[in-house]
C-alpha cells in the first residue's frame, strides 16, 4: 500500500476525505480518527521548524541554557539565581525604578 502524504501515514482513501478528515457533528468539528496520525506528523514536523528557526536567530544562556533575545555582558540571560550571580561574578544590579 503506497502512502498519498508526504508523512507516509496516510491512504489514498485517508488523503482524499473532504475537508482533510474534518466533520461537523452536533458536539462541534470532529477529526476523523483515520486522519489524526496525519495531524500529530504534520504539527509536530511545524514546531520542529519553528524551534530550528528560534535556535538561529536567539543565543542561549550560559548557565541555564534558556534562549534570550538580548544577553548580558557575561553572556547571561535575566534571572538572577544563584548560578547566574556567581557566574556574574557576584554583582547585583540595582532596581529599576517603577513607572506609572
Given at each position: 500500500?503506497?502512502?498519498?502524504?508526504?508523512?507516509?501515514?496516510?491512504?489514498?482513501?485517508?488523503?482524499?476525505?473532504?475537508?482533510?478528515?474534518?466533520?461537523?457533528?452536533?458536539?462541534?468539528?470532529?477529526?476523523?480518527?483515520?486522519?489524526?496520525?496525519?495531524?500529530?506528523?504534520?504539527?509536530?514536523?511545524?514546531?520542529?521548524?519553528?524551534?530550528?528557526?528560534?535556535?538561529?536567530?536567539?543565543?542561549?544562556?550560559?548557565?541555564?541554557?534558556q534562549l534570550?533575545?538580548?544577553?548580558?555582558?557575561?553572556?547571561?540571560?535575566s534571572k538572577?539565581?544563584?548560578?547566574?550571580?556567581?557566574?556574574?561574578?557576584?554583582?547585583?544590579f540595582a532596581?529599576?525604578?517603577?513607572?506609572?
Amino acid at each position: 500500500m503506497k502512502a498519498a502524504c508526504k508523512f507516509g501515514c496516510c491512504t489514498r482513501e485517508v488523503a482524499a476525505l473532504p475537508d482533510g478528515g474534518w466533520s461537523l457533528t452536533d458536539k462541534g468539528w470532529v477529526l476523523d480518527i483515520r486522519r489524526q496520525e496525519h495531524v500529530r506528523r504534520e504539527r509536530a514536523a511545524e514546531l520542529a521548524r519553528i524551534d530550528q528557526m528560534h535556535a538561529a536567530i536567539y543565543r542561549a544562556c550560559a548557565a541555564c541554557g534558556q534562549l534570550a533575545i538580548r544577553l548580558d555582558t557575561f553572556g547571561l540571560c535575566s534571572k538572577t539565581t544563584e548560578v547566574h550571580n556567581v557566574r556574574r561574578g557576584g554583582l547585583t544590579f540595582a532596581q529599576k525604578a517603577r513607572s506609572r
